[in-house]
């Protein structure tokens, strides 16, 4: 099992253009998340999924855009990127909504 | 609304015991739990405690649980250089886990 895995490793992207990340786990999970982590701020959450084709707001949302159409599969999309999205993104996934969740080893992108 | 709190940065002599604190909101949580992470890495798993526990021990872990005052701490015993992490504590709500801003835990010999 590869577990949770993410696409790509790092970025830099120039203010205004726009990317997709990409979350795959292989641990037939209901649940996902994509959190940013940011120094002294802690895991802060985008956007999550109960469910394949369902999304929802987290705590930090804006900018930001998800879709679910694979069970397996969750995307993040910048559609103009600015300099506040310079982050560290870790996307995560579990069985249950409260249960344990298995992170993947990141994304560090820089907006310029 | 969700607030977990935790101190920014603990710093412990090789082989004493460590002890990170964490203060959470959200009385219904049925789990708490408390992550690693390494640098240049995601989260993993260390331990957790269901909330109608008082302790729980795992090796040099443990996990104490005060419900009263909301209040959750872990201490690793015999810390080693391998401990130096920052260590997350999440408290459950709803679907989705709400996360501290992580402890910052240096250990120097």
């Known amino acids: 099992n590869a577990g949770v895995t993410q696409t790509p490793k790092f970025r830099v992207l120039k203010t205004g253009q726009s990317m997709t990340l990409l979350c795959a786990q292989d641990?037939?999970?209901?649940?996902m998340y994509w959190y940013r982590q940011d120094p002294g701020m802690g895991l802060r959450l985008i956007h999550y999924?109960?469910?394949?084709?369902?999304?929802a707001k987290g705590e930090v949302p804006d900018g930001y855009n998800v879709s679910r159409l694979k069970k397996q599969n969750f995307l993040l999309g910048l559609e103009s990127a600015a300099p506040s999205q310079t982050s560290v993104y870790f996307c995560?996934?579990?069985?249950?909504?409260?249960?344990?969740?298995?992170f993947g080893p990141g994304t560090r992108l820089t907006v310029t | 609304g969700e607030d977990v709190e935790q101190s920014l940065f603990l710093s412990v002599r090789e082989g004493d015991s460590s002890v990170i604190n964490c203060t959470y909101t959200?009385?219904?949580?049925?789990?708490l739990y408390w992550y690693k992470q390494e640098p240049g890495a995601g989260l993993q798993l260390l331990t957790y405690?269901?909330?109608?526990?008082d302790m729980k021990q795992d090796q040099r872990l443990t996990v104490l649980l005060n419900k009263k005052d909301k209040h959750l701490s872990l201490r690793i015993a015999d810390t080693q250089t391998g401990d130096s992490a920052i260590y997350f504590c999440?408290?459950?709500?709803?679907?989705?886990?709400?996360f501290g801003t992580g402890t910052r835990l240096q250990v120097f010999p």
């Open positions: 995560a996934s579990s069985y249950q909504g409260s249960g344990e969740q298995y």
């Open positions: 959200d009385s219904s949580s049925t789990y």
């Open positions: 999440a408290e459950t709500h709803t679907d989705k886990l709400i």
């Open positions: 999924s109960v469910g394949e084709g369902t999304t």
């Open positions: 641990m037939n999970h209901e649940y």
């Open positions: 405690i269901f909330s109608n526990m």
